[in-house]
């Protein structure tokens, strides 16, 4: 049972570059979720989705957009990199409410210079 | 609106020695609260969530929680530190709108050293 995987683990971006990280549970969940890590700020919501074909906005969206086309893959892009936004991203799901567990990826650690 | 302030971003204990890990909580409404680690290069993983069932909560690898309102507090323990136990450790609090919930928002994170 893989969980919940992210590809790339490592990215290495020019400012101005463009990516997108790959998020795909293989549980069946309904809520998938971007979180961004940064040292001494904990984690913090970027975009979710409570359903495939649906986003929401979290705590820090700008610079991001986010697609669920399909209930197990959750898609986080960055049109236009800026250094602002090298951080550790993480993935994570759950079954059906926010206050059940939440399941992580292994993050992806992404520098943008 | 909820937030979460865990004092001490780093913790220091000698392996045997009790763990005191600090959470107060800020909430309008009653909250969910959840304790997860983190172990070094890893995602976060749940320890235990209180969602008003008991005010104890006992989790994963012998940690538990205890829920005080009158002090809006949740702090993690454990009674006796392993090695294995060194990790960051984060907690989290959503909002209960009986029956929907607000988004997690975690905490700054505690680091948990522990020496032999």
Known sequence: NAGVTQTPK??????????????????????????????????????????????????VPDGYNVSRLKKQNFLLGLESAA??????????????????????GSGTQLSVL | AQSVTQLGSHVSVSEGALVLLR??????????????????????QLLLKYTSA????????????????????FHLTKPSAHMSDAAEYFCAVSANYGGSQGNLIFGKGTKLSVKP
């Open chain 1, 83 to 104: 250094p602002s936004q090298t951080s550790v991203y993480f993935c994570a799901s759950s079954r059906q409410g926010r206050n059940e567990k939440l399941f992580f």
């Open chain 1, 10 to 59: 490592f990215r290495v971006l020019k400012t101005g570059q463009s990516m997108t990280l790959l998020c795909a549970q293989d549980m069946n969940h309904e809520y998938m979720y971007w979180y961004r890590q940064d040292p001494g700020m904990g984690l913090r919501l970027i975009h979710y989705s409570v359903g495939e074909g649906t986003t929401a906005k979290g705590e």
């Open chain 2, 23 to 44: 959470c107060n909580y800020s909430s309008s409404v009653p909250p969910y609260l959840f304790w997860y680690v983190q172990y070094p290069n890893q995602g976060l």
């Open chain 2, 54 to 73: 008991a005010t104890l909560v006992k989790g994963i690898n012998g940690f538990e929680a205890e829920f005080k309102k009158s002090e809006t507090s």
